[in-house]
């Protein structure tokens, strides 16, 4: 995982902004890394192309890269996280460490370990592009949704989950789905850090972290969803926001405790979403 960060993060992907070669060096990287741990493919190169606006009113070129695991069941769980950044900026690079190589580097740790024990559930693993353009991948996923809307049970999202200094992961979701929480109240035992819940509270402004990132489309589909991140520090969205400057203990353990909530979700999405 470490690996993975620090590869996606490194100044050779340029920030891995939406339509740039480093983003697009950086969806070879994590093609590639799918193949290498077996994921099954809907188109056969894992790629998902789809266009956009952006606010300037110029048409962009994203890419969803998507890869499952057949489970024992054809209901499908999304875990996802985005591999696009912010790009550059007067020749700085802003490589987005935590935001989000983190979160793709967990879901590869997830997908393999899936790869070795078979899941209840089919899951589907998606790295989402131009998050940072407002969502964009998430959306035009969920325009036609594979393998289909009816499947589709829970979105499990990671967005920064390596930088930390209390030891507090957050779990958001379980105001609007309360069940969600007693699949995750004890995922976090022995790992070292705290699952908080919490962040998804309507009326709270800022502090509501349902549409901040690629789970908020789900939600608006009322698609159940947990959301794995923790809360802004000083190198969001800014050129420190580097390999150097995860907290590479608390992200060993964060990602122990997610795989920990992702079994428990799997083996309860029954109960979760009875639909």
Same mark, same amino acid.
């Given at each position: 995982m470490l690996n993975d960060i620090e590869t996606l993060s490194s100044d050779k992907y340029e920030g891995r902004k939406t339509g740039s070669l480093g983003n697009f060096m950086a969806a070879e990287y994590i093609v590639n890394r799918f193949k290498e741990i077996g994921l099954d493919a809907y188109n056969k190169d894992f790629k998902h192309p789809f266009t956009f606006k952006n606010r300037r009113n110029e048409e962009i070129n994203g890419v969803n890269l998507i890869g499952y695991i057949k489970g024992k069941s054809d209901q499908v769980i999304v875990i996802s996280a985005h591999y696009d950044h912010v790009g550059m900026n007067n020749s700085e690079i802003f490589n987005g460490a935590d935001d989000n190589a983190s979160g793709i580097a967990t879901i590869l740790s997830i997908a393999k370990y899936f790869k070795e024990h078979k899941p209840k559930n089919t899951l589907v693993f998606i790295a989402f592009d131009a998050e940072? &353009?407002?969502?964009?991948?998430?959306?035009?996923?969920?325009? %036609? @949704?594979? @393998?289909?809307?009816?499947?589709?049970?829970?979105?499990?999202?990671? /967005? &920064? %989950?390596?930088?930390?200094?209390?030891?507090?992961?957050?779990?958001?979701? !379980?105001?609007? !789905?309360?069940?969600?929480r007693d699949a995750l109240k004890h995922a976090d035992k022995n790992t070292g850090i705290s699952i908080k819940f919490g962040h998804d509270e309507p009326g709270t402004g800022k502090d509501?972290? !349902? &549409?901040?990132?690629?789970?908020? @489309? $789900?939600?608006?589909?009322?698609? @159940?969803? %947990?959301? $794995?991140? %923790?809360?802004?520090?000083?190198?969001?969205?800014?050129?420190? /926001?580097? $390999? !150097?400057?995860?907290?590479?203990? $608390?992200f060993h353990s964060a990602s122990i405790a997610i795989l920990k909530s992702v079994i428990s979700l799997d083996k309860n999405l029954v109960r979760i979403n009875p639909k």
């Open positions: 940072e &353009m407002g969502l964009q991948g998430a959306y035009s996923f969920l325009k %036609v @949704p594979i @393998p289909s809307r009816e499947h589709l049970k829970l979105n499990i999202n990671l /967005d &920064m %989950v390596s930088h930390n200094d209390k030891s507090e992961l957050y779990a958001a979701g !379980t105001y609007k !789905t309360p069940i969600l509501d972290w !349902t &549409m901040q990132s690629d789970h908020g @489309p $789900f939600a608006k589909e009322n698609i @159940p969803f %947990v959301y $794995f991140g %923790v809360e802004d520090h000083d190198d969001y969205h800014k050129p420190s /926001d580097d $390999f !150097t400057n995860i907290n590479q203990d $608390f």
